[in-house]
């Protein structure tokens, strides 16, 4: 039974609200649903899509990118203090994320964006990319890759099994892998949140040797159950490798060596595919570049915005 005839029409929206790129948190309302964003820093405007699907937003802040760039930090439907679909936790497709994103980017009353999505939000990223492009300046595919399902999942646990091995006397580790054991089985947010925290010292290139540094990261970390199906149940899977050869958009490509789930294999392949895009490799850190190298990813980022910039 499909649910569509109960999912609200993102093609009516709200009006912006005065001051639509203040510093502060906003909302705007699509198709009677609550979308929520967080505006810091100032100059080009850059949105940020956050990963999962289900991590709260917060995890992505980039205070040194809020020196140059006004940084629109979207709170992604069903989680956090945005509105959640009838269909919760099912329909958070990347089309309803990207036609949100396209409302979003249409009321804040600048020309052109850059859009910079992290995980799974490098995949919402490069479908509104692919298919929404007319008021991108530029996009940034951080920790994504170009497919997902069996492949994906493959790889990943090629590189789970190297971290294990790594790892294999540190008395954490059964509990890493226990983790991504249970993911398979999420059903709920209390669930979720324990598997994310539970995965994540192998998510970084050295959490346990800069344990007191990262703890409170992970403790921090906030989440929702997303099912990653569609509104008739369906997977919502993945592979972008035939578009992205014809993608037309300014495409910086940014990796952790040592990521575990979106590595340098797959930022290599979205290289490779997507004409002049350019790839930086984060040689120190997992998949939490931002904060594991914020000099680096600083820079990496603000080059590509200036460069693209000028170009124009």
């Known amino acids: 039974?499909?649910?569509?005839?109960?999912?609200?029409?993102?093609?009516?929206?709200?009006?912006?609200?005065?001051?639509?790129?203040?510093?502060?948190?906003?909302?705007?309302?699509?198709?009677?649903?609550?979308?929520?964003?967080?505006?810091?820093?100032?100059?080009?405007?850059?949105?940020?899509?956050?990963?999962?699907?289900?991590?709260?937003?917060?995890?992505?802040?980039?205070?040194?990118?809020e020196q140059h760039l006004t940084m629109v930090y979207v709170e992604p439907i069903g989680t956090g203090d945005s509105g959640r679909l009838p269909s919760h936790p099912h329909g958070y497709t990347r089309d309803r994320y990207s036609r949100f994103l396209e409302h979003l980017i249409n009321q804040l009353g600048v020309a052109k964006v850059y859009l910079l999505g992290h995980s799974h939000g490098a995949f919402v990223a490069a479908y509104h990319a692919i298919h929404r492009a007319d008021r991108l300046e530029g996009?940034?595919?951080?920790?994504?890759?170009?497919?997902?399902?069996?492949?994906?999942?493959?790889?990943?646990?090629?590189?789970?099994?190297?971290?294990?091995?790594?790892?294999?006397?540190?008395?954490?580790?059964?509990d890493v892998l226990a983790s991504f054991g249970a993911m398979s089985r999420i059903s709920s947010d209390e669930e979720t949140v324990a598997v994310v925290r539970g995965v994540l010292p192998s998510y970084f290139a050295d959490y346990w040797g800069n344990e007191k540094r990262w703890a409170p990261f992970r403790e921090a970390v906030r989440a929702v159950f997303i099912s990653g199906l569609d509104e008739d149940l369906r997977p919502d899977v993945i592979d972008d490798r035939v578009p992205l050869k014809e993608l037309d958009v300014p495409t910086l490509i940014v990796a952790g060596r040592h990521d575990v789930i979106c590595g340098v294999r797959w930022s290599e392949e979205l290289h490779d595919l997507i004409p002049d895009s350019?790839?930086?490799?984060?040689?120190?850190?997992?998949h939490f570049g931002h904060i594991e190298e914020p000099e680096l990813f600083d820079r990496a980022v603000f080059r590509f915005v200036s460069e693209t910039r000028n170009a124009t």
Request: hydrophobic share 35%.
């Open 139 to 174: 996009v940034v595919l951080y920790g994504g890759a170009p497919v997902t399902g069996p492949e994906h999942g493959a790889e990943a646990g090629r590189m789970v099994e190297k971290f294990a091995a790594e790892h294999a006397k540190h008395p954490g580790l059964p």
């Open 278 to 286: 350019q790839l930086v490799v984060l040689e120190n850190s997992g």
């Open 1 to 65: 039974m499909s649910l569509t005839a109960n999912t609200p029409d993102p093609s009516r929206s709200s009006a912006a609200p005065s001051g639509a790129l203040h510093p502060g948190t906003h909302s705007v309302t699509v198709g009677g649903i609550t979308q929520r964003y967080h505006v810091h820093g100032t100059g080009p405007v850059c949105m940020v899509h956050s990963g999962g699907p289900g991590i709260l937003w917060d995890y992505l802040r980039m205070p040194l990118l």
